[in-house]
Nanobody, 112 residues
Framework: EVQLVESGGGLVQPGGSLRLSCVTS????????MTWVRQAPGKGLETVSI????????YYSDSVKGRFTISKDNRKNTLYLQLDSLKTEDTAMYYC?????RGQGTQVTVSS
């Protein structure tokens, strides 16, 4: 069974930083591309970033390019998303996704 558990969200001021983590199990993490998606209040899902199985970032949305960094640690079966220079419009529930599954999400709120 695929399991994805996100953490690291919170309340941060504009310009601040957070590091999201996604601990995984139930599949071969080192062979699997991983995705971060987010959903802002009242909006649909947005793909934020994708990383290849080998750990090469493959995609960033235009809205986060240059501010967010995706990475993975295949020894720890863990996916990361470093969020820097946060903006109020980054407020959303953030989910990691793989194998057609999503975790429960972690809330990021950017507010002064």
């Amino acid at each position: 069974e695929v399991q994805l558990v996100e953490s690291g969200g919170g309340l941060v001021q504009p310009g601040g930083s957070l590091r999201l983590s996604c601990v995984t199990s139930g599949f071969i993490f080192s062979s699997t591309p991983m995705t971060w998606v987010r959903q802002a209040p009242g909006k649909g899902l947005e793909t934020v970033s994708i990383i290849s199985s080998a750990g090469t970032p493959a995609y960033y949305s235009d809205s986060v390019k240059g501010r967010f960094t995706i990475s993975k640690d295949n020894r720890k079966n863990t996916l990361y998303l470093q969020l820097d220079s946060l903006k109020t419009e980054d407020t959303a529930m953030y989910y990691c996704s793989a194998k057609g599954a999503r975790g429960q999400g972690t809330q990021v709120t950017v507010s002064s």
